[in-house]
Nanobody
Framework: QLQVVESGGGLVQPGGSLRLSCAAS????????IAWFRQAPGKEREGISC????????NYAESVKGRFTISRDNAQKSVYLQMDSLRPEDTAVYYC???????????????????WGQGTQVTVSS
């Protein structure tokens, strides 16, 4: 059973940066797509970025394009989300999710992903 665990959340001022980490518990991640989602109070869960572990191709939601960067380290079995120029509206619980699906592009839909972490809180406030 694959497990993914998020870390790196916290409180940051508007305009600041945070780096989230997603660690996966499998020998090889080559067949995975891994994505970051977020959910603010009273709102639906939103897909914000994803990456294919075998070739590094990635996708971003318009709401974070140009501010957030997703990256992978297959040796460390980890995916990172570098979040810059943070805004109060980025405040949410951020989730890492994974699925065994090495074909096609990665997607930002919740139903695509099988394995989910517990989430990490990100709060952007002065």
């Amino acid at each position: 059973q694959l497990q993914v665990v998020e870390s790196g959340g916290g409180l940051v001022q508007p305009g600041g940066s945070l780096r989230l980490s997603c660690a996966a518990s499998k020998f090889t991640l080559d067949y995975l797509k891994i994505a970051w989602f977020r959910q603010a109070p009273g709102k639906e869960r939103e897909g914000i970025s994803c990456i294919k572990m075998n070739d590094g191709s990635r996708n971003y939601a318009e709401s974070v394009k140009g501010r957030f960067t997703i990256s992978r380290d297959n040796a460390q079995k980890s995916v990172y989300l570098q979040m810059d120029s943070l805004r109060p509206e980025d405040t949410a619980v951020y989730y890492c999710a994974a699925v065994y699906a090495p074909w096609g592009m990665c997607e930002l839909t919740t139903y695509t992903y099988t394995y989910w972490g517990q989430g990490t809180q990100v709060t952007v406030s002065s």
